[in-house]
Each structure stands twice: as C-alpha cells, then as structure tokens.
C-alpha cells in the first residue's frame, strides 16, 4: 500500500520549504492526493519524496540549479516586495488578504513602492478619447508612454514611481474607468455601471492582484528594468508576458470551463476537459495546495450562483483541486456583469503595481539580469 505523508512529513524528510515542495508536485515529481479525514489539507507521496531526496543527496552541479531555478525552482532573485509564505500572501510583511479588506489599490502601492513623499494617485482627467475600452487600447496607451519615456537609470526612485504611476493610470482608462480623481476602484465600477458593494469587490480584487512574488509578467518586467528601459516600458513587458493562456489568460479558459459546464453538466465538463489532456483552468496552484487565499477572500464578499457552487464541487471531488484566484474573478464577472474580459483587465490593473514595484527595485540594485543559455545544439 502507498505510504502518504502529511505537509509537515514531507517538508521534514525534503528538508525544504513549502514553496519548493509545491514546485515538485507542480511539476509532477510529487504525487499529491486530498486528505480523507480532511479534504481541505493534502497528503504527498512518501515514495516520491524518499526517490528525490534520495537523488538530491547524490549532490547536483550549479548548472542543474541554475536551471531549476527557471520554473518553480529555488528563489533566484532577492525581493523585499511580496512572497507566498505557509500558504499566505505577503506584501512587505503585511498580509494581503487582511490588507485587501480595507486598503485601496492606491494605498496598497503605497506599500509596496515603500513610497514616503506623497500619497500615490492615479487620477486621470482627461476624457477618454477612445470610443472603446479594452486590452488593445492599454497596449496603444502603454506603448505611447514607453515611446516617450525616460530611461530608468540615474533617477530617484520617487521619479519612477511617478512613472509608473502616469502607467497605471493610463491602463485605468483603457480599461474602462471614468476620468476623475476618486480612488480607481471607484471610477472603474463607474465604467462599469456597477453598484457600491460592486465597487468594493472590484477594490478588494485589486489589492490581492497587486503583486505575487516572481510570477513571469513580472519577472519579465524586472528583466526589462534591468536594462533601465523606461517604467511604461516595464509595463508594456509586463502586459505583454500576461496575455499568455498560461498567466493572465487563464481567466477567459475559466469562463469557458464555466460555460462547458452549464452546457454539459460539471461531471461531464470536467471529464472532456481531462481526457484532452487539459488541465482544468482556474483550479489548483503550485504554491497554495491547500487552497488559494486570495479566491477565498472574494468569494467571503459575495455568493457564487448554484452552477458555479456544483463545479466548483464537482473539480474538488474529482480531481481533489481548489478554486484559484482566476475562479474568483470569473465568478465577479458573472455576478457583477462585468465586460467578458474583465478578469484580464482586473489583473492587468492591480497587477501593474507590482510590476512598478519590482521594476524601481530591479533599477536601484543596478544589476543586469542576463543568465546563460545551455547549447545543446550543432557544433560545426
């Protein structure tokens, strides 16, 4: 019979943190099952962890590490801004999900920029002049700021949050939000014809998109930092990385799951998805294993329809996986009757910060990310 061991077991034997042993199971080095007496915590098998401690322990070249560090591997940059520790999000030793119960997106830049001379805004007050809002209208936006920019080298990092600042403002009104000078949440939910409790969903949304460690849109804006690109620049890297079905547009694969599912029934949505070898979007992630804490704050504020409720059901009885936080967002959707792609504008917007974030500190370090590329190819 399997031998299956609980978290604690297997980071004792790994020797490793949560964000690693996560890693392995992401990759499938791991198997992980949901816990019968408690299927709200997961179990990892023990003969997995005993064949890749086993291998560890044989000892691995800097080459090896250095490519594992790529996907899901050990932290290969230092950060003061955020990390996902023991299953919670952390923005500068804060914890989100409590911040986001009464922070704004503003105040939570504020944090993570650590910025002390002024209070960030993103007031815009300028009409729009675009009849249409969207993701091809934040691409023109951004890509303008980023013509225009200054290099990110030699300047103040009050400067480049000014920057970054103008940045996300202008992906504000791209994305739909009234012009004005009310927190953006505010003029978003304007934009969007919602209502107060609305508006404070869209708020809280915001402040848990505002950044989450080294995920690759913000990865990429670092390497382009790196390189004193200007902030919009940045941004525009960031945005561009974040259109991938892998990041940031998981959310529209979420909504079609939703709709497979009321069109064919959970069990059935759930068995086509798997037997095209699909994994089903919107459920399960590396790092929160025993379920996402950023989903679970939304879903607190209000109540998922009942066909959402059997899905969401239905993937945790088959598969033993947790709504993420791209559910989360799907659900605000329907039940706020947001534009189809709101979930990519929300991330996009609350991400921005952290992107600006990460790209002021990857300046200040004044360091150049520039790995090496292992050839395997031809030599002559």
């Not at 499938?28 to 299927?39: H, S």
């Not at 969903?201 to 460690?213: P, Q, S």
């Not at 025993?290 to 009885?317: N, Q």
Request: overall charge positive.
């Amino acid at each position: 019979m399997t031998e299956w061991l609980t978290r604690e077991q297997a980071l004792e034997r790994l020797n490793v943190r949560p964000q690693t042993l996560y890693a392995y199971v992401s990759r499938g080095r791991i198997g992980m099952k949901p816990d019968d007496a408690d299927p709200r915590r997961s179990q990892y098998r023990a003969d997995d962890i005993a064949a890749l401690a086993k291998r560890r322990d044989r000892g691995r070249s800097p080459r090896a590490i250095a490519e594992s560090a790529i996907a899901w591997g050990e932290p290969a940059i230092a950060t003061s801004i955020s990390t996902v520790l023991h299953g919670r999000l952390v923005y500068r030793g804060r914890d989100a999900v409590e911040l986001s119960a009464t922070a704004t997106l503003e105040e939570t830049a504020e944090l993570l920029w650590a910025a002390s001379e002024r209070p960030v805004s993103f007031a815009s007050l300028t009409p729009s002049a675009a009849r249409q809002s969207g993701t091809p209208t934040a691409f023109a936006r951004l890509s303008a700021l980023a013509a225009e920019g200054w290099p990110s080298l030699g300047r103040r990092p009050a400067m480049l949050q000014q920057d970054g600042a103008a940045a996300t403002s202008a992906l504000a009104t791209a994305f739909g939000a009234t012009p004005g000078s009310e927190p953006v949440h505010d003029r978003l939910a304007q934009g969007w014809s919602v209502d107060t409790a609305g508006a404070r969903l869209i708020r809280k949304a915001l402040v848990l998109l505002a950044d989450h460690e080294l995920n690759a849109s913000t990865f990429a804006a670092r390497v382009a930092a790196s390189t004193g690109a200007p902030i919009a620049a940045c941004l525009l890297a960031g945005l561009a990385t974040l259109t991938g079905p892998r990041h940031g547009g998981a959310g529209a694969a979420a909504i079609a799951l939703v709709e497979d599912a009321e069109r064919l029934g959970p069990d059935e949505a759930i068995a086509r998805w798997l037997a095209h070898d699909r994994p089903l979007p919107s459920f399960g992630h590396p790092l929160y294993p025993e379920g996402d804490p950023r989903a679970e704050a939304l879903f607190s504020d209000f109540r998922i329809d009942d066909g959402l409720l059997r899905l969401r059901k239905a993937v945790l009885a088959a598969t033993g996986l947790h709504p993420n936080i791209d559910f989360a967002l799907a659900a605000m959707t329907r039940g706020l009757r947001l534009p189809a792609d709101a979930p990519f504008r929300l991330f996009a917007l609350g991400r921005s910060v952290g992107w600006t974030a990460h790209a002021v500190e990857q300046v200040t370090s004044n360091k150049l990310i520039r790995p090496r590329a292992r050839y395997d190819g031809p030599t002559g």
